[in-house]
Antibody, heavy 119, light 112 residues
Framework: QIQLVQSGPELKKPGESVKISCKASGYTFTDYAMHWVKQAPGKGLKWMGW????????TYADDFKGRFVFSLEASASTANLQISNLKNEDTATYFC????????????WGQGVMVTVSS | DIVMTQSPSSLAVSAGETVTINCKSSQSLLYSGNQKNYLAWYQQKPGQSPKLLIY???TRQSGVPDRFIGSGSGTDFTLTISSVQAEDLAIYYC????????FGAGTKLELK
């Protein structure tokens, strides 16, 4: 069955970096785009951007340009999100989500990774 | 950027009621080339990941019960849940994918 399994929770200090992984299984990884979505505690969903899993090209939403990097380990069917120079406002749950190939919408989601930034 | 405005922000319902959630976009989501509306609806239960319910404004995702009905076109869209069940208590988000992607702020469905 199709699954997106993300890495575990992270506790970081301001200024540090974090790398979150999203391992896909049950389908051909390079056939589907992978998106990243942020959800701050008690808040709604915010689209961060996506990565073309075939070419590796990332696209970032305006609010996520600069400190955020999407990358792939295609041989391991894994997408990664790295956040550098962490700030308190980066405290959130980060989801990866697959976009349908033929039909739109994010049809499969990872379980989410809680990143807490605190001194 | 396209702004998505949902209303109401919360809604208290009793089991068996029919509820309507509204979503308005700041520009039309109807693409003239294929006459499709680039809008999706998601359900997020507490502590869970979001779940895709509807895409193309009115097409139910596989496995979604037919009590979930999406409608609307252009800038005004509606998610109707007929005969609400306890398991439907969640936050519902609309999302546009006409120009990049934007979510609405969400509508929380609570038990009366």
């Amino acid at each position: 069955q199709i699954q997106l399994v993300q890495s575990g929770p992270e506790l970081k200090k301001p200024g540090e970096s974090v790398k979150i992984s999203c391992k896909a299984s049950g389908y051909t990884f390079t056939d589907y785009a992978m998106h990243w979505v942020k959800q701050a505690p008690g808040k709604g969903l915010k689209w961060m951007g996506w990565i073309n899993t075939y070419t590796g090209k990332p696209t970032y939403a305006d609010d996520f340009k600069g400190r955020f990097v999407f990358s792939l380990e295609a041989s391991a069917s894994t997408a990664n999100l790295q956040i550098s120079n962490l700030k308190n406002e980066d405290t959130a749950t980060y989801f990866c989500a697959r976009e349908g190939k033929r039909d739109p919408g994010f049809d499969y989601w990872g379980q989410g990774v809680m990143v807490t930034v605190s001194s | 950027d396209i702004v998505m405005t949902q209303s109401p922000s919360s809604l208290a319902v009793s089991a068996g009621e029919t509820v309507t959630i509204n979503c308005k976009s700041s520009q039309s989501l109807l693409y003239s080339g294929n006459q499709k509306n680039y809008l999706a609806w998601y359900q997020q239960k507490p502590g869970q990941s979001p779940k895709l319910l509807i895409y193309w404004a009115s097409t139910r995702q596989s496995g979604v019960p037919d009590r979930f009905i999406g409608s609307g076109s252009g800038t005004d869209f509606t998610l109707t849940i007929s005969s609400v069940q306890a398991e439907d208590l969640a936050i519902y988000y609309c999302q546009q994918y006409y120009d990049t992607y934007t979510f609405g702020a969400g509508t929380k469905l609570e038990l009366k």
